[in-house]
């Protein structure tokens, strides 16, 4: 099925590890970005990519790393998890225009303790 | 001050109300989005908009350039519709970076 498969959907993590969250896209788009979403906040841009080989921060980019060597894959790298990076992640994709539809992963409920 | 206000946060309705979630951005945009997040679970894309007006069944969503200002109505409601719904805008620009309003929180109650 056409869509975003981001895995995991649960990971509990202790302060510290690091972890990578999958992300890949089978439409073809050239826009992907990872952001974070908090009780009381709109989602945040993390990172995002407008092509493979090319990513960019975006508003909260500290303690995590992107790579895009494909079109169909960004992966999301915590580097030394933090208490702070407890959040909900998504992974999502679009045309570069941004004017067609938004899809998104399901989401990975990350925990650190 | 938040670049997509949202109003209002929290919405309790009796099925069957019609109902009015309101968008108001103050930046630039190429495009709009109204998205829609059950408790626990993903995201989903209800509308994309540049322009006027869309219509996908019991929802509608309206768009002022001028304005910048966005509505999402929902005719007949039904608990099932008891979601998050979430304003995002396509902010102008060299890439289309997502900037997102805080959510309305929708609860239909039979």
């Known amino acids: 099925n056409a869509g975003v498969t981001q895995t995991p959907k649960f990971q509990v993590l202790k302060t510290g590890q690091s972890m990578t969250l999958q992300c890949a896209q089978d439409?073809?788009?050239?826009?992907m970005s990872w952001y974070r979403q908090d009780p009381g906040m709109g989602l945040r841009l993390i990172h995002y990519?407008?092509?493979?080989?090319?990513?960019d921060q975006g508003e909260v980019p500290n303690g995590y790393n992107v790579s895009r060597s494909t079109t169909e894959d960004f992966p999301l790298r915590l580097l030394s998890a933090a208490p702070s990076q407890t959040s909900v992640y998504f992974c999502?994709?679009?045309?570069?225009?941004?004017?067609?539809?938004?899809?998104f992963g399901q989401g990975t409920r990350l925990t650190v303790v | 001050k938040n670049e997509v206000e949202q109003s209002p946060q929290n919405l309790t309705a009796q099925e069957g109300e019609f109902i009015t979630i309101n968008c108001s951005y103050s930046?630039?945009?190429?495009?709009l989005h109204w998205l829609q997040q059950h408790p626990g679970g993903g995201i989903v894309s209800l509308f994309m908009?540049?322009?006027g007006k869309k219509k996908h069944g019991r929802l509608i969503a309206t768009i002022n350039i001028q304005e910048k200002h966005s509505s999402l109505h929902i005719t007949a409601s039904h608990p099932r519709d008891s979601a998050v719904y979430i304003c995002?805008?396509?902010?102008?620009?060299?890439?289309?970076?997502?900037?997102f309003g805080t959510g309305t929180l929708l609860a239909v109650q039979p």
């Open positions: 999502a994709s679009s045309s570069l225009s941004g004017r067609t539809e938004a899809f």
């Open positions: 439409m073809n788009h050239e826009y």
């Open positions: 990519s407008v092509g493979a080989g090319i990513t």
């Open positions: 930046v630039g945009i190429s495009a």
């Open positions: 908009l540049s322009s």
């Open positions: 995002a805008v396509v902010a102008g620009g060299a890439t289309n970076k997502l900037i």
